[in-house]
């Protein structure tokens, strides 16, 4: 099947056979596709926590408006964002930027200066919602590739961020959970697969000059 029909298969998974499992391949696919996406400026504020132990999402139910695919699903990737943007980490990015392309560190030098003062400059809310931009791209972009693997999901805002962090000790590793998105596979007997999409027209929807 082509990408819109793909598409057009896809939808936000409201039960998930809890006795269906991703594959190791699938898996890595995810995980290199999170890893590939865009970012702003390349810097990577985004990381993706993994959960695939059944009582650990049975545990952050609760914490989910009580949604039972996260219990459900094969895994549950949870978005998180890194709560410090600073020289070093701005320093970490340009030294893997020499290393893998051997651009000089002098040509380096004024964008890399640029970025540090930047995010000095910025409030820590602003630095929060920035990466949480990127993690919005991450959560669009892997949503695409699992409809293209054929692999369910349901995209999630609606969770306690603060319980989450807790419940997988993210606040020590710099971490703040800010989406969620179950992956797997549809049950059977879930009737929301089968209805149609509710979507403008397109000319609705694009302008084009």
Avoid at 48 to 55: A, D, F, S
Avoid at 76 to 93: H, M, P, R
């Amino acid at each position: 099947m082509g990408i819109i029909e793909q598409l057009q298969w896809r939808y936000a998974t409201k039960a998930f056979n809890s006795e269906k499992f991703l594959t190791e391949e699938q898996l890595s696919t995810l995980l290199q596709a999170f890893n590939l996406t865009a970012t702003s400026y390349g810097l990577q504020p985004i990381k993706l926590v993994v959960v695939q132990n059944k009582e650990k999402q049975k545990q952050l139910v609760a914490a989910t408006m009580g949604q039972k695919q996260v219990e459900q699903a094969s895994h549950v990737l949870v978005f998180c964002i890194q709560t410090s943007i600073d020289k070093e980490f701005v320093t970490e990015y340009f030294d893997r930027v020499h290393n893998i392309r051997n651009t000089p560190k002098t040509v380096l030098k004024p964008f890399k200066n640029f970025l540090i003062d930047d995010f000095e400059n910025k409030s820590q809310n602003q630095i929060e919602v920035w990466a949480t931009n990127q993690a919005y791209l991450a959560m669009g972009n892997l949503m695409t590739v699992c409809a293209m693997e054929g692999i369910d999901a349901c995209p999630m805002e609606g969770f306690e961020a603060h319980k989450y962090d807790e419940l997988l000790g993210l606040t020590p590793k710099g971490l703040r959970s800010v989406l969620v998105m179950p992956i797997g596979f549809r049950a059977d007997d879930d009737m929301f697969a089968s209805f149609k999409k509710v979507r403008k027209n397109l000319e609705d929807s694009v302008v084009i000059w």
